[in-house]
């Protein structure tokens, strides 16, 4: 038998838990928008975030969360740099 504390704790920990959870998945969401408005670049940053030299894989996660805090339509519209063939 539990007392009266012991179910106020349990209830309170459930609340934080559930909290927790709703931020969990909203926070999800969020990232999961950010990157389907920013595909063109994702493709492209997700292979160089695998790639074996620290130097690009830090240029990578730079880019990836300055287009994950980027919000305005203006730089989200611009366009992948095309890769040179030399």
Known sequence: RETEREARRGGF????FRVFWICFWGAGALAAVQV???WRWMKVLVPQMAHKNRL???LARKKFF???T???N???KRAVPA???V
Request: no cysteine; glycine share 4%; aromatic share 18%.
């Open 13 to 16: 920990f459930g609340f934080l």
């Open 70 to 72: 980027t919000f305005d």
């Open 83 to 85: 890769r040179s063939l």
């Open 66 to 68: 300055k287009l994950m």
């Open 36 to 38: 389907y408005r920013h």
């Open 56 to 58: 690009q894989q830090k």
């Open 74 to 76: 203006t730089s989200a």
